[in-house]
């Protein structure tokens, strides 16, 4: 995780250096996100004393490259706070803007990782940390305001996979947190 943040901050500062033409941005975005929340009792019948929250807020912070008119890349990190998790995604994608319309489509991977904050059963949390692939698509709406500066909107979905265990003396069960979907508005600078 720190190396990533590392190397984020590195393509930052070594991309300033060597701007020209605008090919270079850096974005903040932030907006609405949604996990899917799947419990499966695996011996006995577990009751939970939290229920885990499917809806949380997001921030994300980008830096990004303009290979021509129509492509561009980003590296990300995406920070998600739920009631019960904190989710951090560490994250490329490859983007195509479409010649019609200011709309661009693209693929996502990366890796995501989730920090559990409540227990969903009155014991403490044993496991707090997990992490899992991640990868999705999106689709975005950018607005030039001028030659430097955009506004954004984007819809992503991402497909990961966070395991959690949960077990008391008589039960156990399962609790899979996955399908990711955030909603986010944000503006970004070219340099």
Known sequence: MKIIVKLVLIFLLASMVYASNNKYFIGVSTGMAYMNVTKTDQTGS???T??????GIGINIETGYEFNKSIFMTGEIEYQKYDDVKLYN???SLNK???????????VTGMSTI???KSHINLPITDKIGKSFAIGCQIGYEKPINNKFSIFTQYRF???SHKTILKTQSAQSELVRDD???LNIGFRWRY
């Open 180 to 182: 990711y979907s955030t």
């Open 90 to 92: 560490y994250l490329i």
């Open 115 to 117: 920090e559990l904050t």
């Open 158 to 160: 991402l497909k990961a």
């Open 46 to 48: 577990l009751v939970l």
């Open 97 to 107: 803007r479409l010649t019609s319309i200011p709309i661009y489509l693209g693929i």
């Open 50 to 55: 939290n229920q885990p929250s499917t809806k």
